[in-house]
Nanobody, 115 residues
Framework: QVQLVESGGGLVQAGGSLRLSCAAS????????MGWYRQAPGKQRELVAT???????NYADSVKVQFTVSRDNAKNTVYLQMNTLKPEDTAVYYC?????????WGQGTQVTVSS
């Protein structure tokens, strides 16, 4: 059974930093793509950043300067370093993994940025 387990969310003041981690288990192969999406209250889930197993990244324009995605293929783990956080970054952050044609999601971790 595939599981994505996130950690690292929490409450931080504007301008602060957080680092999210997500470990995938139950996969025989390393995911093709791993990354992060987020969903703010009253809004649709949106892409934050992803990285392929080969290292190609894809970022939302709104976070390109602030956030950095990275992964450890050997551990099937993806990270999201979030700097200079703003109140508008407040959302539930979901870990995402794609293996062949299957999409997997974590339970989500809350990130709250206070002004």
């Amino acid at each position: 059974q595939v599981q994505l387990v996130e950690s690292g969310g929490g409450l931080v003041q504007a301008g602060g930093s957080l680092r999210l981690s997500c470990a995938a288990s139950g996969m025989r192969f390393s995911p093709d793509t791993m990354g992060w999406y987020r969903q703010a209250p009253g809004k649709q889930r949106e892409l934050v950043a992803t990285m392929t197993s080969g290292g190609t990244t894809n970022y939302a324009d709104s976070v390109k300067v602030q956030f950095t995605v990275s992964r450890d293929n050997a551990k099937n783990t993806v990270y999201l370093q979030m700097n200079t956080l703003k109140p508008e970054d407040t959302a539930v952050y979901y870990c995402y993994a794609k293996l062949f044609s299957f999409d997997y999601w974590g339970q989500g971790t809350q990130v709250t940025v206070s002004s």
